[in-house]
């Protein structure tokens, strides 16, 4: 038996320029962090002889499989061809948080599937080929509509700065920061769920086809991935972090009229009432986790802000995808 975890994510800057049809020719980067919250994955060996089935996947529903073409899930199939696994194998995924809510839980999804398979066949992938093998199959095999940064954050964890140059050529800069000020850091957040949940892939299309007209605002969200960074290793204070995600959020905002929508208008708008220096939507838009930048101080006012709406607590630069357990039949 083999059991994987992955990591899900907190996008700070720069999302949107993590999609090849965009950093192929203008160069992408993001500023990000994996978080405490994981999926998790386990594959198991059984004598499929003894049944009437080859595969046991599940998740949401089971299925009893003859065949990998007979499997209804898709990532779950595309996977298993990939790696070339025909039967005798027992797949059961289970995640800290839902999918669809801005966190990259699908990528992960990816990651720790393929993490647990490749290690059921006994091959070790480097947190770099992890990245480029869920890439390639969420948007070559599956032809998904992503960018790259949730496979990336996924298969590395921590607090890093992600330079997209082509769909094989990611360069993964950890942010040196001090264990003091990542806690500082971590303290100001405050992450709401919107109560809407979306796919990525179909607001990602959207922005996508708009990518020409959108490149000088891209350009300006790039480089705000560098302010970032600046804010978080000098001597600054951590409220112009929150001031940047304002800045950033505006801009966001401009890309695509489905990014957001009058209820998350609202709800931005409620966070900044009640103390918070900026936020911005997790994840494509449209839906999910709101996060909000503010004193602790403040947290305070937001939670009565949001009283009635879940709120989540997570710690920042969490480990990447690994093998948690692993035991071989005898």
Not at 9 to 21: C, H, L
Not at 99 to 124: D, E, M, N, Q
Not at 177 to 205: E, K, M, N, P
Request: proline letters at 3%; hydrophobic letters at 40%; glycine letters at 10%.
């Amino acid at each position: 038996m083999i059991i994987s975890r992955s990591p899900l994510r907190i996008s700070f800057f720069g999302g949107g320029t993590d999609y090849p049809e965009y950093f192929c020719t203008q160069g992408g980067a993001v500023l990000a962090t994996a978080i405490d919250r994981f999926c998790f994955l386990t594959a198991n060996r059984f004598e499929s002889q003894l049944f009437d089935y080859a595969i046991r996947i599940a998740y949401r529903k089971v299925e009893l499989v003859k065949r990998v073409d007979d499997i209804e899930h898709a990532v779950y199939r595309e996977c298993l061809r990939h790696c070339g696994l025909e039967r005798d194998i027992e797949l059961h995924v289970m995640a800290d948080l839902p999918a669809f809510t801005g966190l990259g839980s699908s990528s992960s999804f990816t990651v720790a599937l393929l993490h647990a398979l490749y290690s059921y066949k006994g091959i070790f992938l480097t947190p770099h080929q992890l990245a480029y093998e869920a890439i390639h199959v969420e948007r070559h095999l599956l032809h998904d509509t992503v960018g790259c940064q949730d496979q990336v954050l996924a298969a590395f964890g921590g607090l890093n700065l992600v330079e997209f140059i082509a769909e094989d050529n990611i360069v993964v800069h950890r942010i040196p920061i001090s264990s003091d000020r990542l806690h500082q850091l971590q303290s100001h957040l405050f992450i709401v769920f919107t109560g809407i949940r979306r796919r990525a892939a179909d607001v990602a299309a959207s922005q996508i086809n708009r990518i020409e007209g959108n490149k000088d605002a891209l350009r300006g969200m790039r480089s705000m991935v560098d302010k970032g960074w600046d804010i978080l290793t000098g001597q600054q204070s951590l409220s112009a972090f929150g001031e940047l995600l304002h800045e950033s959020w505006i801009s966001k905002r401009s890309l695509d009229p489905c990014i957001s929508n009058p209820q998350i208008d609202e709800y931005y708008e409620k966070g900044l009432k009640a103390g918070a220096l900026g936020g911005k939507l997790l994840g494509a838009g449209g839906g999910g986790f709101l996060l909000f930048f503010a004193p602790p101080e403040r947290h305070a006012a937001l939670s009565q802000a949001f009283a009635g709406q879940t709120v989540i607590e997570v710690k920042i630069g969490a480990p990447g995808s690994e093998v948690i357990f692993a035991s071989k039949s005898t």
